[in-house]
């Protein structure tokens, strides 16, 4: 049975100033799908007034923490002591959020209690997935 974790944290959406301003959002893990985490932005949060849902490596993240990481469209890197940039790519833009560090380890660290580094394959369900990939097709 899959295990989640739902942790709320603010956020600093970065913009030009004076458009900073605190976000909530919501970090989610589920133990059904061990390698990735999930940002999560209220409807409030977004421009088009619906909620925004981020999904990428749970492995970027803790990266992210400590040194500059990723290429694609999440990009993760330490800014300051205490502080964590996320930096979300789409076709119409981007959108920088800054995180407390001490909120995205604590929320890493939950995660590991859930499914331990390194052990996510025994968590994954391959015939399953496979046979949802093969009805899509």
Sequence with gaps: ?????????????????????EVPARLRYDSGDPLAVRVVFPPAASLDG??????????????????PSGKGDVRIWPCGP?????????????????FEARDLRRFLMRSYGVVALGHEARHLDFE???????REA
């Design 1 to 21: 049975m899959p295990h989640v974790i739902d942790q709320a944290v603010q956020a600093r959406l970065i913009g030009t100033a004076p458009r900073s301003r």
């Design 50 to 67: 619906a909620e925004v849902v981020w999904t990428f490596a749970r492995d970027l993240l803790a990266a992210g923490l400590r040194e």
């Design 128 to 134: 399953a997935d496979l046979a949802d990939l093969l």
């Design 82 to 98: 205490d502080s964590t940039m996320l930096e979300f790519h789409t076709a119409d833009g981007l959108a920088m959020v800054q």
